[in-house]
């Protein structure tokens, strides 16, 4: 490279650290990093190692420009939010009628866990549920145990651009304490909406919920999606393009456990939260959003995440049915400027 | 809106850190919440100015860039050390004196980003009017940084040769990083020389403005960094060039 390619680099990534959009950001960061709501999950040992002053606020845009703030290379596990990602995965492998004959994609607002199937086709609810997560991961395609692990890992990869890994233990942990997940699995064989390698599914599902990712994937994530499924800085495609609305809608409607409603309502961005303490929500076309903080309100929604995606969504009016002037405009601040008051 | 100043020069010997003293103490004195920034991690000195001793410098920037602390526990109030009263106040963040700190740095680094978080947490705690950011003679992260978060760039050159080239590339560097307003500022002018030919061949070869012209002093010398010479000496020539500084910093 030149030494004028160079500085122009440096510039740029100078740039990003410097300007408005990420102000805000940091802005945001301030001011919910003192907010003690919630408690950290505590479920199962591992996560409850979880410090709750943790705090990272990621956002990528669909042009794969990053912005990050707080702990935003701090690992945690997925969680839930890997089934929004996994139906994905699903929905290439069997097409969407026929995975929709396994899993139902209607809201419950019952809790996450419930043992409840739809009375009429006996399908899970949604797959955001334990229980259609369940079906969900039973759909993936391998010759083997080894074989749908990797592909969960390869399909994670596209979406981020980097490797990822289990931790062992909180699987470990979630494998020896899932008895309701189990019981779940089993009624759901009992009504053939599962196939029979019942331990191996159960084993694929607690590894996917195990997966490591940091605020930044969370917003890659979710930016993927936002790129109608590619990676916008890799320009990996990670999702054939038919299913990326599939996978949002979903997510709009149960992404956020029994708290999906409200969400959609006051947010009005699809997002999917995880006990870990993540949410990675998408605004599409536009950008991906990941926050990261461990302390979960009573719904098992991340309660400073939840603050910080209110607060975008209200200053850019990025809520998905808002056609009123928001009060800051994104390309605006993103481009920054002399215009823009950032202080 | 609070407004960023950032002093620097491409060499060292340029009498920054005594010129981002005066010129902030200057504005301080006018009744504006100041703050000034030792970001000259490997050298820092402006404490010393500003009468803050090494012992009493308990946390410093560097615990912050550390995680350690929010920046706002390592500002230290120093109005009264340099004469500011009334409405205008005056704030420091050091950086450490101390050699394992300073190695520390040096040998792990620190994340940039946690420095420009840090500036806007310090501005907005002590709702300062004015941040002043001192660097480090040369290019490097924080100086790139502090550029591209000015308001005004200030950069202060002597009449020397080397130190012509060397602004010469950091003005090439401003411009790649979208300066909002830069200013030149000629320090120790000898007496032989005409300063207004000086300033005016300074201004054609940048094609910049030259917010002030400073003669070499034995008085500023003499104080030799134990104060703020603008405070003891108000009536001084070179006083009276700080506040026209000011006044385009102010007006500007």
Redesign the interface.
């Known amino acids: 490279m030149s030494s004028l390619g160079d500085?122009?680099s440096?510039?740029s990534s100078?740039?990003s650290?410097?300007s408005p959009f990420?102000?805000y950001l940091?802005?945001l960061?301030?001011k919910y990093r003192s907010l003690d709501d919630g408690k950290v999950a505590d479920y199962i040992p591992e996560l409850a190692l979880a410090k709750p002053e943790w705090f990272g606020i990621c956002i990528v845009t669909a042009d794969g420009q990053v912005f990050?703030?707080g702990d935003c290379q701090q690992l945690f596990t997925v969680q839930s939010i890997s089934k929004a990602f996994v139906f994905g995965l699903a929905l290439e492998d069997h097409g969407r009628e026929y995975v929709n004959s396994k899993v139902s994609v209607e809201p419950t607002g019952e809790a996450f866990n419930s043992i409840v199937l739809d009375e009429k086709t006996n399908r899970p609810y949604n797959p955001m549920v334990n229980a259609g997560a369940i079906a969900t991961a039973d759909l993936i395609k391998g010759k083997n145990s080894t074989e749908r692990l990797k592909r969960l890992l390869e399909m994670f990869k596209r979406y981020t651009g980097r490797d990822h890994e289990i931790n062992v233990p909180v699987f470990l942990s979630e494998k020896e304490t899932g008895y309701r997940n189990k019981a779940m699995a089993y009624l759901m064989l009992n009504f053939g909406m599962v196939s029979n390698k019942i331990d191996e599914t159960l084993d694929l599902y607690f590894q996917q919920c195990s997966v490591l990712v940091n605020a930044k994937d969370l917003a890659m994530l979710a930016a993927t999606l936002a790129n109608g499924g590619i990676n916008p800085v890799t320009k990996e495609r990670a999702i054939d393009e038919k299913y990326v609305q599939d996978v949002i809608s979903v997510m709009l409607t149960c992404g956020m456990y029994d708290a999906s409603g409200e969400w959609a309502y006051r947010v009005g961005i699809p997002a999917k939260s995880g006990v870990g303490g993540g949410i990675t929500a998408v605004v599409p076309g536009k950008l991906g959003i990941g926050t990261f903080s461990p302390p979960l309100d009573a719904k098992g929604n991340s309660t400073r995440g939840i603050k910080v995606c209110e607060d975008i969504s209200k200053d850019f009016g990025l809520h998905l049915f808002n056609v009123a002037k928001p009060e800051r405009n994104l390309q605006e601040w993103i481009a920054g400027g002399?215009s823009i008051?950032d202080? | 809106?609070?407004k960023v100043v950032s002093i620097h020069s491409y060499r060292g010997g340029t009498g920054k850190s005594n010129f981002t003293a005066n010129l902030s103490t200057t504005v301080a004195l006018q009744g504006y919440r100041v703050g000034v920034v030792d970001t000259d991690v490997p050298s820092p000195g402006i404490h010393n100015l500003f009468c803050l001793e090494p012992e009493q410098m308990v946390k410093t920037l560097n615990n912050y860039l550390w995680g350690e602390i929010p920046i706002e526990e390592a500002a230290y109030d120093v109005s009264a050390n340099v004469g500011v009263e009334g409405a205008g106040k005056l704030f420091l963040i050091p950086s450490s004196v101390k050699a394992d700190d300073i190695a520390k740095i040096l040998k792990d680094g620190y994340d940039?980003?946690l420095l420009?978080?840090g500036f806007?947490?310090f501005?907005?705690a002590l709702k300062l009017d004015y941040l002043f950011i001192d660097t480090h003679p040369g290019l490097s992260?924080e100086t790139?940084?502090s550029i591209?978060?000015s308001h005004v760039l200030i950069l202060i050159l002597r009449p020397d040769k080397q130190d012509y080239q060397g602004t010469a590339i950091t003005v090439d560097?401003a411009r790649?990083?979208?300066v909002?307003k830069m200013l030149l500022a000629i320090n120790k002018a000898h007496s032989k020389l005409n300063l207004e030919a000086l300033k005016q061949k300074v201004e054609e070869t940048y094609n910049e403005t030259v917010a002030g012209v400073f003669p070499l002093s034995e008085d500023v010398v003499q104080l030799a960094s134990e104060g703020v010479f603008c405070v003891r000496y108000p009536e001084h020539l070179v006083s009276q060039e700080f506040r026209k500084v000011a006044q385009q910093i102010i007006e500007g």
Do not use: C, G
Request: net charge positive.
């Open positions: 500085l122009q440096l510039a100078i740039s650290v410097t990420r102000n940091h802005d960061y301030e990050e703030v002399d008051n202080w | 809106m609070p940039v980003k420009n978080d806007r947490s501005v907005k992260k790139f940084l591209a978060i560097v790649q990083l979208k909002r």
